[in-house]
Structures are given as C-alpha cells and as structure tokens.
C-alpha cells in the first residue's frame, strides 16, 4: 500500500504536500516523490529514496542551489514497493513524455500486456513499475484528442479512456502540462478521498494527510472520477454521470496516536479494527477475487513452486499461524507447520524443499523470529538445491524483517500503542486469508467459486467486526465476575482453539488472571480435574461442523459445577440455563471470517477484567510492545 497527496491551490503546494507525505510513510517509505506545474506550466519532479525526510532535504538543497521548486498544481506520493525494487527511477511520480504525472496505489493486474502494446508504439519505459503504463495510457489518449478543443486538450476523458483499459485496483493522481489549471483523481478498489478548502482542493488516500490544511472532506465512492480545479470540482460515477457526493467534517485530530474519546490505547485500538481491516484489505482484492501481485514481484512463480508451509512467530502472532494451518489444510489442502520462533531457532529443523517459510511480527523486529529466518536462509544457502521462499506479514514497512525476507505482506493496522495486541493479530488473520487464497489460486485448489465466497467473506469483515463491537456493555457487566477470580479457562474447538488461546494470552496480559485454553474435546485428559464453582469458563461456539460435539463438552463441565461463558453464534441455540451465560455475538459468518470475528469479544472481555482489576492495560508488568532481545 502507498500513499498519496495533492492539490491545487492559490499558494506554493510543497509545504502541504510534505506534511501530507509524513503522515502518510506508515503506508511506505522506500521512496517518495513530487510532481508539480511550475509558472511556465511545465512537468518539475523530485524524487528520493528512502523516507520523506530524504526527499525534504534534495529539495532544501535545490533551493540552495537557486533551483525553484514550487507550484500551486501538485502531486506526491510515498511508496512500498510490489512492482521494481526500491529505486529512484521506480519512486513515483511518473512522467510519460514532459507532459503526464501520475501517482497511483493499487495493483494494474494487466500492466504487462498494456506495456508490450506501448512498447510497440514506441512509448520508453523507465521504471519496472506498472505504474508507468498508467502514465502512458493517459498520455495515449491525449495524443488521440486531435485536433484539439478551443479549450485545449481534455485531460478528464484521457483519464476515463485510459482506465477503461485497466484490469485490478487503483487510486489515481494527474496532472498535465497540456490542461496545467486541472488535477484529476480517479479510484477503483482503493480508496481516495477530496480535502475541501477554499479556494483549494486537496487529494489523498487517508484522512489524516489533510488534517493540517481541512476538516472537511468529500469521499470518492467506488469508480468515481473527479475533475479538480481551484474554483470548481465535478465528480462523475461510473457511467460518466456528475453526481454530488457530501461533504463530511472529520473528526479525527492532526495526531494518528492520541487517545481521543478513549481511557486507553487498547481500547482505541480494539475499535479501530473495522478501519485496519479495510487497510490490509485495500489494494489486494478486487471484487470477486485476491490480487496475487500483492505479495511482490515475483510471488506467483513462488507459490506456484511450492509444496508446504512453514509458519514461525511469537505470542500472538503465533496463534495467527495456528489458525491460518486450519485454512492451508482444510481449504486448499497445502501441508503447513507452525512453530514457536524461540525453539524453532534452536533446535535442528529439517527444511523441506520447495517451502514457503512465513513469519509473522507486529514490529518486524521480533529477535527469536529474525534469527529463525536467518537460521533458515544460512540452512538453505548451504544446500543450494532446495528451492525455499521466505514471505513476512508485519506492520513495519522498514524493519529487519522485511529487509531479511524475499516477499513481504505489510498489514497496515497503522500505530498500535499498547502492548496487548489487537488490530494487529486481527490484520495477520485478514493477511494469511489472503495468503492462504492466493496460493490456492496459483497452484489451482481452489476453484473462482470459493474465491469469490473468501473475497466476499472479507468485504463483510469490518461491518461484522463493528456489530460485535456493540456488544461492549453486556461484555462489561460478564467482566465484573472475574473481580475476585485467579484462574480461568478458555474453550474452542477447530481454528476457535487457538482463538481461544489468543484469549487466554490477552487476559494473562492485561489482568495478570492466570489462564488456559485447550481444545474442548481435551477436557476429559486432565483439565476436567480443575473444574469447580470457582473458576470461570469462556467457551466459543461458532455454528459449525463441530457445534454438537462442543455442546456435549459443555455438558461435562456443567455436570461437574463449573460456571460458564459462552460467546456463540445467534445460529448455535445453545440455550441458557443454570450455570452456563449465553451472549450471542455475531451471525452470518464463513469459515475464514468466523475466528477473526470471535476474537473481537475476547478482547473485550480481557480489557474490561483489567479495568476492574484496577491494572496498567496499555502497559502491563514486565512486558514491552517489541520483544528485539532473546
């Protein structure tokens, strides 16, 4: 995912524009770069590698230098690579012959065989982007826009031209030499939104890029196509129609990290899964399917070579890799393994040939992950036969782990403060879906069919994530039986047992209430000895294939006095009686969303038992966001 900034104004854009990139480098900061129309109505541009403050500075030294920058048209953009490496000449803007500057997030699922047919027409390419055929596209059909109009050439229907011939997702920003007065922005599959100020307009990918210059704010629906000048702003649908889209007042502040309306981070961050969701979803589907380009360049050859999976993480991000085994093997019937990374990296594993070794970390920077992946790579560099590829999901575009890997998945949840992880765990869980179907795609176990119910699935993810966000208050009062207790127990069956473990964890964190998950088919091996009165069960109970088998479990742990929670589907009719609460938390779920979802009231649960144990929620006893030291 990348970001995008610009505008049109009566003042100098380089400033706003900067602003806009630093908040937006959580997307990506592998390079960055603008684009302007100076006085004379030409195409300037800079670009830099690395993060914004590495383009700030080359532009600081032209003007040092007596070279002006500046304009009152702009765009810019900050990436994260999928298609070229890191680069200058892969850095956008793009420029197709002095006379079209485009910044674009998405994916141009057919920019391969757009740029064959370029090349043939004599279009020079200088970047390995697909972003450059986007650049040429446009600048296509303005040559086709002959003999011109006593208006000049129209740089709106050059853009609907051009996207017409578009296959996948994408966010559009352009500017042209030959209608210097016009910016264009187009999105499909990825989101933009309009700034409203006056006398000026502003674009960009997120909210919050705009929050020093407007609070108001027009948000571009799917397909639409806005054509921006400084006095005037028409948006036109899918058909081409004008239509009026409102103007909505943000209440977000200029800082992504200050609490707002909440007690505390976890509890901001808890509710802002819906949006995270979105953001790890943005860019890598379409409607009815993955976009497997998504994982990098490069990707599709890989998982098509490969046989197995290997997962490796840490605490919560483990538990992400247990319930992605259920959907590798169950859905596209991909053998996968999944290891604890600090006894992964010391003992003497046997690496398979033709595996995909995926680790999972919030912060990239997980010691015992980074040194198991190394452990791997020195392993497969000493026995240069095996064909192994390495993939990370994590929430830190630059960190030691994305650097070490050869594909990486970027999950987007955004800052995330306190140390019990939330969005984060939920954003690995939307990531290795993903995963998991491209994969299946590639090596063809899994047919359109399926995808399309997956892709689906995860469109419904945010609303079903927000309807059980409502359940916080009848959450708040179950959480006021766990005041005087010391132990508790976590129950689920298929991928709700390791849900139930990332439960488990999260009240050990935040409440210091020891606790335990097993599968509930294990109860009668050992755990049924501490069943009483006093320790309190959370059963989760999905309407599934398994839901008979639990409700028999329950029964066992009824007939022995134990006390019961039990989150469920409105579908599963467990029923309430002596000992055992219901509280129906969510309906209409899949199998992949289903542990996503259920996790939601876990945490919850976990937050508010902390709140009456009169705990540090956001910063637990004896543990840190990042654990970077064995």
Partial sequence: MCGIVGGIAERNLVPILLEGLRCLEYRGYDSSGIALLNQESQIVRSRS?????????????MKSLGQDFSGQVGIAHTRWATHGIPSVNNAH????????AVVHNGIIE??????????????????????????????????????????????????VQAISTFEGAYALGVISSKEPDVLIAARKGSPLVIGVGIGEYFIASDVSALLPVTQNFIFLEEGDVARIQKDQLEIFDTKGQKVERLIKQSAQSVCAVELGEHRHYMHKEIFEQPQAVMDTLEGRITQDKVLVEAFGQGAEKAFADIQQVQIIACGTSYHAGLVAKYWFEDIIQLPCQVEVASEFRYRHPVIQDKTLFVT?????????TLAALKNVKSLVDAVRDKQIHTLTICNAPESSLTRESDFTFLTHAGPEIGVASTKAFTTQLVA????????????????????????KGLQKLPALIQNALKHEKEIEQLAQQFADKHNALFLGRG????????????????????????????????????????????????????????????????ARGGRMIVFEDEKANIGAEEGIEILKVTTNVGRVTTPITFNIPLQLLSYHVALNKGTDVDQPRNLAKSVTVE
Avoid at 131 to 152: F, R
């Fill in 49 to 61: 590698l690395g993060k914004i403050a590495a383009l700030e500075e080359k532009i600081a030294q």
């Fill in 93 to 100: 803007p793009h420029i197709c012959n002095n006379e079209v």
């Fill in 110 to 159: 057919n920019y391969q065989t757009l740029k064959d047919s370029q090349l043939e027409k004599g279009y020079r390419f200088t970047s390995e982007t697909d972003t450059e055929v986007v650049a040429h596209a446009i600048h296509e059909a303005l040559l086709g826009q002959q003999p011109a109009t006593e208006q000049g050439h129209d740089l709106y229907q050059a853009v």
């Fill in 360 to 368: 999972i970390s919030q912060s990239g920077e997980t010691a015992d």
């Fill in 432 to 455: 290795l879906a993903l995963l998991m179907t491209a994969i299946g795609k590639v090596k063809k176990t899994l047919s359109q069919e399926r995808e399309t119910l997956i892709v």
């Fill in 495 to 558: 991928t709700m047992y390791p849900i139930a473990m990332e439960g488990a964890l999260k009240l050990k964190e935040v409440s210091y209430i020891h606790a335990e998950a097993y599968p509930a088919g294990e109860l009668k091996h050992g755990p049924l000895a501490l069943i009483d009165e006093t320790m309190p069960i959370i059963a989760i109970a999905p309407h599934d294939d398994l839901l008979e088998k639990l409700k028999s479990n329950l029964q066992e742990v009824k």
